[in-house]
């Protein structure tokens, strides 16, 4: 039987890949196992085919369609989700949600787990991005209560917030 191991959320966690009851079948997507074995429910399931960017999560750096992602191709990687931004020992939520908290940048919620795991991905690789930097890289995020205005306010209020931190040398 084949293993994988993969980092979520920082810690490592074991599955055997096999048809077996119980077992995570070489067809099982990525967010199957992470909202139906690890209970990582914050990551949502809109179309399930690639196209709407609800099960956005981070995986070795980069924001993917978790819905698109073989368990079984995910041995070794690192994957953080929506659980994984808070506070791990406070539950203190991070800068970037609470932005969006404060900003009320959602109305249903459902599509917010996933373009919060997009911007945290720009914003770890460009922490300065402009409106066309954001706007391209929430392009796959789709959200049916038309909240990007109110998306785009919270992450350049995020954004002044984490400079703010970096001035005073605490980020
Ligand atoms: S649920 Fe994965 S892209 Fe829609
Ligand atoms: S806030 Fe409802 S789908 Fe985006």
Redesign the pocket.
Known sequence: MDKVSIRVNGVVRTFIIDEAEGCVKPSETLVHTLRDRLNLTGTKI?CDHGACG?CTVILNGNPVASCMILTADCDGAEVTTIEGLENQDTGELSILQQAFVDNS????????PG?IMSAKALLDKNPNPTKDDIREALSGN??????HYQVEIAIGDAIGRMKDLRAKGEA
């Not at 940048?105 to 917010?112: N, V």
């Open positions: 809109g609800n940048a959602f109305q249903c919620g459902f599509c917010t373009i789709y959200c049916r209560c038309i909240s």
